[in-house]
């Protein structure tokens, strides 16, 4: 193949992927925030307390997080399409599932297997960037990526509400479930091939002794990221979940409006997500911290300023200031160690990154809820103002590389999950 034609198919297939993770990411998140929207009706029709309605959540939350590294061995074992499909087939179910309970019981069974099936997506699509980008371009590529996850947040609040209105809760599941099925068979479909190892990872590899998923999962700078993305991740998981009640028990707004105030701040944190990818790339490569801090600080100080309002316009526009913030860090947090770890255990590593991160979803709903139900809604939200200021605070003391791996050791050849993959596209 000549240079050229080399160049067509690296950018063929990196923004064929780039596409397609982007709107299952999309699909996601719509998935995943339809139950902080419907929380009050189902609260309401199955007789939950708040902090049921928490448990509910951090179901899904716990199952998540416990199942991100066993994903993300799985992906660099088996390659990334196989669990991505599995996995966006897998929540679909669930979802659908989520919309025939009639009790807490059942309700948090089929919560924690949709935060099963849907744990597998992360590590495995991490896997597919770094099989199918360049290493110059995927800080850049994730930005991209994750700002789908605020796009599908607002996406998900904006088309729930209505659809609540219309069709109930337990409709709306169902119909959101079908969408989701119908995008596993197009992910399975048009998901590229990977690309050659020497297009897609920079690292120089010796030979004597082999780098496994064990020597990752012991790495400390990987688990300062997930300790970093858990307090960071705060933000996200109590916004998601407690918005759309406080504007509906506290601002007394209609469904609709509390949809709309609740999108506004996650749209635009799916659009700064994007610039601070570019930035994090273009001008602080490295040196990352010296960028999250202080955007992080200024978050915390933006929440601390919500909390004082009266106001719920007031309120909404402080909020997307905040997501805003929280939407330039993320890729400042998880850009680097996707940009240092060897892509044979991107799988390995994120999966480790993103259990810190996913821990988060299990707390914050839970202490919201209860803080919400025994104190105040002030208080609720001056607990992610306290975890954005402590993300702030480890991102001062947490490197912005991961160091490379000792001398003597090397990453196992990719071979094996690629060759299954291509053996999989041979057979579609």
């Given at each position: ?144 990526i994750l700002a789908s996850n ?222 919400a139900q025994h104190v105040s ?28 791996w000792q001398p003597g050791e ?19």
């Amino acid at each position: 193949m000549t240079q050229e034609g080399s160049s067509l198919n690296i950018r063929r297939t990196s923004t064929t992927t780039i596409a397609l993770l982007a709107g299952v990411y999309v699909i996601d998140y719509i998935d995943r925030v339809a139950i902080s929207v419907a929380l009050p009706f189902i609260g309401s029709d199955l007789h939950l307390d708040k902090t049921q309605q928490g448990f509910v959540v951090s179901a899904f939350a716990i199952a998540y997080m416990l199942s991100q590294l066993p994903g993300g061995v799985l992906a660099d074992r088996f390659g990334a399409r196989p669990l991505l499909v599995i996995s966006l087939l897998g929540w679909s179910v669930f979802t659908a599932a989520t919309g025939l309970v009639h009790g807490l019981v059942l309700l948090l069974v089929v919560r924690a297997l949709f935060g099963v099936a849907q744990a597998l997506f992360p590590p495995a699509s991490f896997k597919a960037l770094a099989e199918r980008t360049t290493p110059q371009t995927r800080t850049r590529s994730a930005g991209f990526i994750l700002a789908s996850n605020a796009l599908g947040a607002g996406a998900g609040t904006l088309l729930m509400a209505p659809l609540i209105a219309s069709v109930g809760w337990r409709h709306s599941f169902w119909l959101i479930a079908l969408v989701g099925a119908i995008v596993g068979v197009l992910m399975w479909r048009f998901l590229p091939s990977p690309l050659p190892r020497e297009f897609t990872d920079d690292h120089q590899p010796v030979e004597e002794e082999i780098v496994g998923w064990k020597q990752v999962l012991r790495n400390s700078v990987v688990w300062r990221y997930a300790l970093l993305f858990c307090c960071f991740n705060m933000l996200s998981y109590g916004m998601i979940t407690w918005v759309p009640s406080y504007l509906l028990e506290v601002r007394g707004l209609s469904l609709v409006a509390a949809g709309v105030s609740s999108a506004v701040p996650l749209l635009i944190n799916a659009g700064t997500a994007v610039l601070g990818g570019w930035l994090v790339g273009r001008y602080f490569d490295g040196r990352a911290k010296w960028f999250v801090v202080p955007v992080l600080v200024a978050a915390s100080v933006l929440l601390v300023l919500m909390l004082q309002t009266t106001s719920a316009t007031t309120f909404t526009i402080l909020q997307a200031c905040a997501m805003a913030c929280s939407g330039l860090a993320i890729m400042g947090i998880l850009g680097m160690p996707l940009r240092a770890l060897p892509r044979e255990y991107v799988g390995a590593g994120m999966g480790i990154v993103n259990t810190g991160g996913q821990f988060a979803g299990v707390v914050a709903p839970l202490v919201m809820g209860f803080l919400a139900q025994h104190v105040s809604y002030t208080a609720a939200f001056g607990f992610l103002a306290g975890a954005t200021l402590c993300a702030a605070l480890i991102a001062i003391i947490t490197p912005s590389t991961i160091p490379q791996w000792q001398p003597g050791e090397r990453v196992e050849s990719s071979s094996k999950s690629t060759e299954k993959e291509s053996d999989v596209n041979a057979r579609a």
